[in-house]
Structure formats: structure tokens, C-alpha cells
């Protein structure tokens, strides 16, 4: 039976892992992280998608073996972290280097590894294939070497993962075919082979980006359709009746550590980000400019009590990096402290200026409250992520708790008559 080491098993790495053991591989997962591993091995895997639980808990029946130490394999997938530093903006491969190493000391003659974390374009061949090479074997010449990005969206994993296209590329046509034969039995979308692995790492990014981008645009739209003062919800429906435009929904943001991160390592060896980082721009000034239609309102959001809804980084996930929800509640506090005085004081102020509230029912955090205790005298109520469970909110009893009456829906989540029905200034995007 072919072995496989899946290096990292964290959301990636994990379902890789066990759509491979499920499919008849012999699997072990490979993480330092000895309580991620403990409560994997104990059926209790870190997830809150009850299909990935399942299936992840079908894996370990099947011999999936977690463990806090690798092994030799016939084949090495590498799902480590690829975060950006953030004062660079250039991807961090601390990970994927020390896994590199960790893999080197394994390697054998004739195996093949791959790499499926997401990084800059050229990293498979002039990162890793270095780094392995220090084991004394030759890439392509001794051992095959691929990248197969992960597309997956998180909150559809399992479905994904089987179901999506798949891009591979090899630094060489063996290392190409072996990528295929392994995800070939186990993937239901076309895998396409990319001319090599430099492709293969562009591809996935500009998919990222793509996305990234269209996704400002919606929300550059919705800001100005406020300055005509009509709906970005309509203007988007009305303009998407059109038989090729599709515009996205415009939100108070893009979070999650992929679209908000992965367009930055499109730059990483070239100068011409010129769209990519104006979208990121926009994106990133949605805060602001929720802070600003809250102002509108308020007049100020010196000493209001606002609830914030939402800090995962999207509906339906537990999942708050880079959460548009938090964004919004630094920005607010900032601009009360601005308020209050000149920016090189609100640097160093600690006091608050502003009572930011924050609430979501699938993310565990000590700084978030209930819900009734968000909105509890509170002026104001804005919704930052399209949870299921904001969408069944009763304006009569979110109204009976609230001291003020304006609700923030930038996630479209709410009926806005209904809302008005009940006494409140909505503002929408
Ligand atoms: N989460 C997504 O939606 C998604 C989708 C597509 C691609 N990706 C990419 O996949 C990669 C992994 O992302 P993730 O969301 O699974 O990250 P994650 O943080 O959930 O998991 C990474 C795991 O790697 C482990 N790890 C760190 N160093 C290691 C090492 N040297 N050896 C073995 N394990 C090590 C960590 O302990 C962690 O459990 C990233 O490059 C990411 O950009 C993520
Ligand atoms: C190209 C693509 O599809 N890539 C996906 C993406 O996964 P994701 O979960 O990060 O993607 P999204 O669901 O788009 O969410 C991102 C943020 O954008 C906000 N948003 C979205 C749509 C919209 O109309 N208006 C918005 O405002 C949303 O609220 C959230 O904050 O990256 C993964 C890792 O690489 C991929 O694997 C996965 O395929």
C-alpha cells in the first residue's frame, strides 16, 4: 500500500489527510502541535463542520494515524502556515522551510513530495527543492517534486475537496504525473497539469486575488450608490441581470488568512501590484468607512455603546483571522481616542472613549459577550458577519434591549423595511 505523511494537520492537512486515508491510503498525519494531534487521534478533531468531523472520524477507522512525530512515506504533502509578515507584506516560509528540512531527513530514493500550502510564485523550485536537495538526492533526478494548491472553501471542505478542479505542477513531467496519480482514484473535478510548479503557485494566487478584487469593486459600488443615496443591494441585483457581469456583495471587508494575504505574494519578486493593491485598499478602508455612516448618524462615536455582531471572518465559521468584525471595533475605538484628542495622544491613550460590544455565536473568545449583553443600552447595532443566526433577529425584541435605534447591516443579512417597521434607522450597503 502506498504511504503517504501528510506534514501539518491543520485545517488543510487534515482533510487532505483523511480524504487520502478514506480513499485507501496508508496515511499518517504529521504536526507538532501535541494537543491538536491528542484530540485528533480522539475523534475530536478542531472543526465546528460536522461533515469534516465525519469524515475525518471515518479516516481514523480507516488507520489514519495522527502523530507528533513524521515518517518515512512514499509520499510527503506539506500543508504548514504561509502567513504574511505584516510589515513586509512578503509571505513568511519560515514553515514551510523547517518542514522542507524535516522531510530532507526522511527522503528517500524514488518518493515523491508535494507541496499544498499556499506561497509565492517560484517557491517550490527555488525554496524547497534546495532545502530537500540537502538530503544528497537530486530533485526530479532522484526524488519527484509537485505543487497542488488547495482551493477549498472553507465551510464546504468536504464537498471541495472532492469535487473541485485540481491545478498540479511538477518542476518536471514525472514529478507532474506522480501528483496525478495520487489525487487521480480520490478527486471528482478535472485535474489540470500546469506546465510546472511556478504556474501552478501563480494560478492559485491569481485566483485569490481575482476574487480579492471583485469583491472592492462591490464594495466601491456600494459607496457610491450611497452618494446617490440609492440601494447597493438593488443596483447589484439590477446590475447583475446583465448576461456577463456578476458583481459580488459588497461587506464590511475581506477577512480570513487567505484573500486578504495571498494577493500580497503575487508581489513578491515583482514590482507590478498596481489593481491587486488598490483592491486591497479598498477593502481594507471598509472599517473606516462603516465608522464614518456610523458618525453620520450618531454624530459622533465618542462614548456610544455599540454592538458589534459577527467577528468571524465570514457567515457560519468559527473563524476570526483577520476578522472584518475586530477591524471595525479597533477602528471605532481609534476614532473616538481621535476625537478625544490628537492622534500622537490617541497613540498612547489607554483609555476607551467608546463602548464596542462584541458578540458571535461560533467563535471562542474571552473578549466576546452574549448577545442580549451586546445590545443591552446599546445606541447602535452593526452587523459584521451573515451568520444564519442574524438573519431570524426580531427587530421588536432587538428593540425592546437597545437604547438607541440604528442598526448597520453591512452584510445585507436584515429586511430593511421591516427594520424601519419597527422604528430603526437602517443603514445598509
Ligand atoms: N484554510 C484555508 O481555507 C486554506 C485554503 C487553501 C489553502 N490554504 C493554505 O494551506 C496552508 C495551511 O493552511 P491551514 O489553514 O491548514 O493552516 P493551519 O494553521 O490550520 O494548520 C497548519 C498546521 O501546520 C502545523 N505545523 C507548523 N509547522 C509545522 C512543521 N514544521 N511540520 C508539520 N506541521 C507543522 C501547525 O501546527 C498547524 O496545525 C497555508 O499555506 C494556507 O494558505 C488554506
Ligand atoms: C477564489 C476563492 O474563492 N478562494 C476561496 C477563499 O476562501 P474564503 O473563505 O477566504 O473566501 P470567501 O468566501 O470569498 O470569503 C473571503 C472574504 O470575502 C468576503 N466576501 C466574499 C464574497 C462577497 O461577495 N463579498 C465579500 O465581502 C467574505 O465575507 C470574507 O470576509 O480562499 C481560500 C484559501 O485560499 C480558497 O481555498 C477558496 O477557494
Excluded at 453620520?296 to 472584518?324: C, M, Q, W
Amino acid at each position: 500500500m502506498t504511504t503517504v505523511c501528510v506534514h501539518g494537520i491543520g485545517y488543510i492537512g487534515l482533510a487532505t489527510a483523511a480524504l487520502l486515508a478514506n480513499g485507501g491510503y496508508d496515511v499518517v498525519g504529521y504536526d507538532p502541535d501535541e494537543k491538536l494531534v491528542e484530540r485528533t487521534r480522539d475523534g475530536n478533531p478542531r472543526t465546528t463542520e460536522a461533515d469534516l468531523r465525519e469524515f475525518v472520524c471515518d479516516a481514523l477507522d480507516a488507520g489514519f494515524e495522527p502523530k507528533t512525530e513524521p515518517v518515512q512515506a512514499d509520499i510527503h504533502i506539506v500543508c504548514v502556515p504561509t502567513p504574511l509578515d505584516d510589515e513586509t507584506k512578503r509571505a513568511n516560509l519560515d514553515y514551510v522551510e523547517s518542514s522542507g528540512r524535516t522531510v530532507a531527513n526522511l527522503l528517500r530514493e524514488g518518493d515523491t513530495v508535494i507541496l499544498e500550502s499556499t506561497v509565492p510564485p517560484g517557491t517550490t523550485e527555488t525554496f524547497l527543492a534546495p532545502i530537500l536537495e540537502s538530503s544528497g538526492l537530486v530533485a526530479g533526478a532522484d526524488f519527484h517534486l509537485a505543487h497542488c494548491p488547495e482551493t477549498v472553501l472553507p465551510g464546504n471542505i468536504v464537498h471541495e475537496l472532492v469535487h473541485n478542479d485540481r491545478i498540479v505542477g511538477g518542476i518536471d513531467d514525472a514529478s507532474t504525473d506522480a501528483a496525478i496519480a495520487l489525487y487521480e482514484p480520490l478527486v471528482e473535478g478535472t485535474i489540470h497539469r500546469a506546465p510546472d510548479a511556478t504556474t501552478a503557485e501563480f494560478a492559485k494566487l491569481a485566483q485569490n486575488a481575482y476574487r480579492d478584487v471583485n469583491v472592492a469593486f462591490a464594495n466601491e459600488v456600494a459607496r457610491l450608490a450611497h452618494d446617490y443615496d440609492i440601494s447597493a443591494r438593488s443596483t447589484v441585483e439590477l446590475a447583475n441581470s446583465h448576461p456577463r457581469v456578476n458583481v459580488l456583495q459588497p461587506g464590511p471587508g475581506v477577512g480570513g488568512h487567505c484573500l486578504p494575504i495571498d494577493p500580497y505574494f503575487l508581489g513578491h519578486e515583482s514590482d507590478d501590484l498596481d489593481l491587486i493593491l488598490a483592491a486591497r485598499r479598498v477593502n481594507d478602508s471598509m472599517a473606516d468607512y462603516l465608522v464614518d455612516r456610523l458618525e453620520e448618524e450618531l454624530g459622533s462615536v465618542t462614548d456610544a455603546r455599540i454592538a458589534v455582531l459577527g467577528v468571524a471572518y465570514k457567515g457560519n465559521v468559527d473563524d476570526a483571522r483577520h476578522s472584518p468584525g475586530y477591524h471595525f471595533a479597533d477602528r471605532l475605538v481609534t476614532r473616538a481616542r481621535l476625537a478625544e484628542g490628537s492622534a500622537a495622544e490617541a497613540a498612547t491613550d489607554g483609555g476607551l472613549h467608546v463602548d464596542v460590544r462584541l458578540s458571535d455565536p461560533h467563535v471562542d473568545d474571552e473578549r466576546l459577550v452574549s448577545l442580549e449583553d451586546a445590545l443591552r443600552d446599546a445606541d447602535a447595532m452593526v452587523v459584521t458577519a451573515d451568520h444564519d443566526e442574524y438573519r431570524h433577529l426580531d427587530p421588536d425584541s432587538v428593540s425592546s434591549l437597545m437604547a438607541g435605534r440604528v442598526v448597520v447591516d453591512s452584510k445585507s443579512v436584515l429586511d430593511p423595511s421591516e427594520w424601519a417597521a419597527a422604528g430603526f434607522t437602517y443603514l445598509g450597503l
